[in-house]
């Protein structure tokens, strides 16, 4: 493992999306511009409103509005979380680990 570690290239600690300061969070999934458009994207085509302020405020929000219903709407809002989370997450690694811009 140690030598896996030592031939691969730690990902820069600052923006890997817009390459400034360091990375976190609430930068990563709100405040990045590739985020930002993301999220725009979403609501623009879903019609959703998620909280744009802190991680915890949506996960709050995604838990007590649409975790307990189980009509089609709150498990598309649930599914479009899940896969925007996922597609900001994937292409930070690509960029952080140099493997191509994906979507940008």
């Known amino acids: 493992m140690d030598r896996l570690l030592a031939t691969m290239t730690p990902p820069n600690p600052n923006r890997v999306s817009c390459n400034r300061d360091l990375e976190s969070h609430k930068h990563l999934f709100f405040m990045c511009r590739y985020t930002r458009s993301v999220w725009d994207e979403v609501n ?7 909280p744009s302020v ?4 949506v996960i709050v929000w995604a838990t007590s509005s ?12 649930r599914s479009l979380l899940a896969a925007s989370v996922y597609l900001v997450w994937q292409e930070r690694n690509m960029r952080g ?8």
């Open 54 to 57: 802190q991680w915890d405020q």
């Open 66 to 77: 649409y975790n307990y219903t189980r009509n089609s709407n709150n498990k598309i809002a």
């Open 44 to 50: 623009g085509r879903a019609g959703i409103q998620w």
């Open 97 to 104: 680990f140099r493997l191509k811009a994906g979507f940008v």
